[in-house]
């Protein structure tokens, strides 16, 4: 059970209100936003399928999930999420790195930390060197929606 990175890459102009309502409830609600869903969830993949002319996704792995939460992970009130913090409020000892193990095993899941104060979702940077295709084509056909598999690394990389 894989865990998918989202990220939307287009913005507001032209979205279908059931589109919008879909993105909302991912809560990628503006551009440069990444949240993170268990493939195991019910009806993420319907959702997923219903936004992807709006995003990109694929799996994060365990070096690229550790860098995104402890450079874009934010508490309420803008603080950074910490290793300190996750050990004294989630019982973690390893603080980020045994946060990012339970939720690559499925033992949690990052938008129910909201309860705790964890806002359930990234900001990012555009990527550092652009995109290397259009954002209106798909990225089996060499533009940047849609699936991408492990290749969603990069992009992460270049937008911490």
Not at 45 to 61: C, F, R, S, V, Y
Not at 105 to 116: P, S, V, W
Not at 126 to 147: A, C, Q, T, V, W
């Amino acid at each position: 059970m894989p865990l998918y990175v989202l990220v939307r890459i287009r913005g507001q102009a032209d979205v279908h209100p059931d589109t919008e309502k879909t993105l909302h409830l991912l809560r990628l609600r503006r551009r440069y936003t990444a949240a993170l869903y268990h493939s195991s969830l019910p009806g993420i993949e319907k959702m997923i399928k219903k936004a992807e002319n709006w995003l990109t996704w694929g799996e994060i792995d365990r070096e690229t999930l550790i860098a995104l939460l402890s450079t874009r992970g934010r508490l309420q009130g803008d603080k950074p999420l910490t290793s300190e913090w996750a050990a004294i409020n989630l019982g973690l000892p390893g603080g980020i790195y045994d946060l990012a193990d339970k939720l690559l095993a499925g033992e949690m899941h990052y938008h129910k930390l909201q309860e705790k104060g964890v806002k359930p979702f990234f900001r990012l940077h555009p990527p550092r060197g652009g995109f290397k295709g259009s954002i209106k084509i798909h990225y089996k056909m060499g533009g940047e929606l849609g699936y991408r598999g492990p290749d969603i690394n990069r992009l992460i990389a270049k937008m911490l």
